[in-house]
């Protein structure tokens, strides 16, 4: 008998990625989606939401840094940052990292991913209980509509969302960039999760055409995502003002002092360099 326990994460029906578990560590099923942390073999502990992987703490280092540092370092200042979903608290954490920021403000739709990363993967959630975190439970989509309305401005944020899946459909649409570009301020930027290339062309092309139709800067950038589907992945870039490249200083991390596990000023001028299937298929899109 094999009594060996695998996770698989099936991309529609046609790749799957396995890794191995050891055991469960808690598993729960919210009203929006199902929630499971578990131990593994070779990747340390794993969440899932809905059976996907989001974060495992061997890798989660290439995520959060590729989210957070590249807008962070291209902002000359940026005090307040917003991060939408981000439940597992990686992202908050590196975005305190840098000295610049007063507060950042997380908006996730589920308390029990939030609970089950604060009891099983402190590596990820430690720093939610910093006082320069604002968390907040509720809908991304409905609190950038509030912050619209009540005029409030944020100089980042930061889109770390599932897939487009449920509550996360809407963080994939118009209307809420639409808002994300009133919610920036005059010199603000957006970086929101971007799918596979790959595997993922239609969601991808829809983000980039809806930056290309929102924003007057439009860039994508891609990192090695190793427990994501296919390794190859990407994050969508909207800027009022600055460019990733061209607004982008190698001394500013040189002095910053900070020590990165994957992000330093090579990667970051490196991660823009398109290949071509990708040129080809976005260039139209893309704004200097
Ligand atoms: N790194 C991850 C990935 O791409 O797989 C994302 C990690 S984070 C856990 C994603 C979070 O977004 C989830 O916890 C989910 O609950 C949250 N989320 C989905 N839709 C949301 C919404 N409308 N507002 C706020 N958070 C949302």
Known sequence: MNSELWIEEKLEDFLGLRIRVDKTLFSGKSEFQTVDVVETRAHGKMLLNDGLIMVTERDEFSYHDMITHVPLFVHPNPKNVLVIGGGDGGTAREVIRHPSVEKCTMVEIDEMVVNACKEFIPQTSSMLNDPRV?????????????????????????????????????????????????????????????????????????????????FPKVSIYNFSNMTYPGGLWSFTFGSKKFHPLKDFSIEKVKESGMVFDYYNEE???????????MKKRLGQWLKD
């Open 267 to 277: 990667v970051h001028q490196a991660a823009f360099a398109l290949p071509n299937f």
């Open 134 to 214: 604002n968390l907040i439970i509720g809908d991304g989509v409905k609190f950038v509509e509030d912050a619209v309305k009540n005029g409030d401005k944020y100089d980042v944020i930061l889109v770390d969302s599932t897939d487009p899946i449920g509550p996360a459909q809407p963080l994939f649409g118009l209307e809420f960039y639409e808002n994300i570009y009133k919610a920036l301020s005059e010199d603000g930027i957006v970086v929101s999760q971007g799918e596979s290339p790959f595997y993922q062309e239609k969601m991808q092309n829809k983000l980039v055409e809806i930056l290309h139709d929102t």
